[in-house]
């Protein structure tokens, strides 16, 4: 990137060092990403929201959250705004082993072992594109049913990628949600995103956890999201497991009205197939 493009100059009026090279980064589905090289090595991360109603400081306040309250290792937010962020860059590939499995079981065993007192967080958040209301809520099947199945269900009739008889068999399982799930002892806190691309390992330990999603909520919604699209295999659920059991029942049934939220969140960014696994899962369900 030409050293006169505005960008070297943004950087440098919010962190109070100018980039030595910009340069176009793969990945990140809010805003563009760039890779910026420092003159004494430092290799930073800098988002663009070129938007018109630009929401990266969305993900700034996520990070910030996890950096503080976690042990995730996630980059560290150097300045944050609507149209702007900047973070360390962290290392790796999202390729992993055996060993790299267990260690993501380990971290979010532990993330999920951080509670709080009701379901949602202190702000709505993105998953993704999408809005995602968090509002402070002590029944978590209502707040599932409502926040998430309901919300991304209008939100895909709204964009055209889905019809409403599709929405209506959505509700129709939202009406008899209690029959279903229940609520945890404890809300968790959950990454919200968890797949291989938001993920960085360097042999065999994980490096970087990105583009988090996060909120209160039953872990089993995180466990579901990883199952749906196989993102990890044996060595991740044995450890996992051995951290913190998972309740019987849940391949059986919960983890299919959990899947339902990835979904549609996917029919709502994608459309297509998606669509049709939508309607296949409720079909499983009964509805």
């Known amino acids: 990137m030409d050293k ?20 176009p980064l793969h990945g990140g589905m809010v805003g563009e990403v760039y890779g910026a090289a420092m003159p004494d090595g430092e290799r930073l991360v ?26 995730l290792p996630v980059p560290e937010v150097l300045h944050c705004e609507d149209v702007l962020l900047i973070m360390t860059f962290l290392p790796g590939e999202s390729r992993f082993n055996d060993a790299s499995e267990k260690h993501i079981a ?6 999920h072992g951080i509670h709080a007192p009701a379901y949602g967080f202190e702000a709505d958040t993105l998953i993704g594109l999408l809005p995602q209301p968090n509002p402070w809520t002590e029944d978590w099947p209502a707040f599932f049913a409502e926040h998430r199945l309901i919300c991304l269900g209008e939100i ?5 990628r889905m019809d409403r008889a599709l929405l209506r068999r959505v509700e129709a399982l939202c009406d008899r949600i209690h029959d279903f799930i229940d609520s945890p002892v404890k809300p968790s806190l959950v990454h919200g995103d968890i797949w291989g691309s938001n993920l960085l390992a360097v042999n065999g330990r994980i490096t970087g956890v990105l583009d988090p999603a996060i909120y209160y909520a039953h872990p089993e919604v995180e ?4 199952n749906l699209f196989h993102s990890f295999g044996e060595p991740f659920w044995q450890r996992y497991h051995e951290l ?3 309740e019987p ?30 309607e296949d899962t409720l079909a499983l369900l009964g509805f």
């Open 4 to 23: 006169h493009n505005p960008l070297f100059d943004s950087v440098e009026i919010a962190i109070g060092r100018r980039p030595a090279r910009i340069a």
């Open 46 to 71: 800098v988002k663009v929201d070129r938007r018109d109603e630009p929401q990266l400081a969305k993900e700034g306040l996520m990070l910030r959250y996890l950096y503080a309250k976690s042990e």
């Open 106 to 111: 380990e971290l979010l065993a532990e993330l």
């Open 156 to 160: 895909g009739v709204q964009m055209g």
């Open 223 to 226: 466990l579901a999201y990883i």
């Open 244 to 246: 913190r059991p998972i």
């Open 249 to 278: 029942g849940f391949f059986e049934q919960r983890t299919h009205v959990y899947q339902i939220f990835p979904l549609l969140s996917h029919v709502c960014h994608f459309g297509g197939h998606y669509v049709q696994s939508t």
